[in-house]
Nanobody, 117 residues
Framework: QVQLVESGGGLVQPGESLRLSCAAS????????MAWYRQAPGKQRELVAV???????NYADSVKGRFTISRDNAKNTVYLLMNSLKPEDTAVYYC???????????WGQGTQVTVSS
């Protein structure tokens, strides 16, 4: 059974940092590009950051320079370090594992991030 379990969300003030984690099980983690998406109330889910199987990251313009995605294949875990958080970063953050070639796409349950003073 495939599971993606996110953790690390919470309530922080503007300018503070959080690190999200997503622990994967039931998949060959190293063969999956991994991504973080987010969905704010009343808005569509949007891609925040993606990391290839080789460790190359890519970011949405809105988070470039503030967020860092990384992966630890030995721990089957992907991380999202979020610095200089803004109120507009408030959303539910979802972990995604998508192997397009194999036709496999999995989601975590989401973790709430709230940035507010």
């Amino acid at each position: 059974q495939v599971q993606l379990v996110e953790s690390g969300g919470g309530l922080v003030q503007p300018g503070e940092s959080l690190r999200l984690s997503c622990a994967a099980s039931g998949i060959i983690f190293s063969s999956f590009p991994m991504a973080w998406y987010r969905q704010a109330p009343g808005k569509q889910r949007e891609l925040v950051a993606v990391i290839t199987t080789g460790g190359m990251p890519n970011y949405a313009d809105s988070v470039k320079g503030r967020f860092t995605i990384s992966r630890d294949n030995a721990k089957n875990t992907v991380y999202l370090l979020m610095n200089s958080l803004k109120p507009e970063d408030t959303a539910v953050y979802y972990c995604n594992a998508h192997n397009m070639a194999a036709g496999l796409n999995y989601w975590g349950q989401g973790t709430q991030v709230t940035v507010s003073s």
